[in-house]
C-alpha cells in the first residue's frame, strides 16, 4: 500500500470531496484520481465546531461540512 502523500493539483482532472463529521469537528480531504494511483490527496482540512453547531442535526452537519469545503477551496 502507498503513502498517502500530498501532491500538486492536476487541473484537467476532477476533484473528489471526502468529508466526515461528527458532533466536535468537520474534516475535509480533497482528492484527485490518477492513472495507476486512486484517491491521490491534494489537500486536508479540519474546522472545530462551536457549541452551537454540535447541536446540528447529521443533515446540517453533512451540509455544514460542504458549505465549509465551498469556502474553504
Not at 494511483?37 to 453533512?62: D, F, G, V
Request: hydrophobic share 40%; proline share 3%.
Amino acid at each position: 500500500m502507498d503513502a498517502l502523500i500530498l501532491t500538486t493539483p492536476k487541473w484537467d482532472m476532477d476533484f473528489h470531496v471526502h468529508i466526515d463529521v461528527s458532533n466536535l469537528v468537520i474534516r475535509v480531504m480533497l482528492i484527485q484520481n490518477r492513472i495507476g494511483k486512486c484517491n491521490q490527496p491534494i489537500t486536508y482540512a479540519s474546522h472545530l465546531l462551536n457549541n452551537t453547531k454540535r447541536n446540528y442535526t447529521t443533515m446540517e452537519h453533512e451540509v455544514l461540512a460542504m458549505v465549509y469545503t465551498l469556502h474553504k477551496f
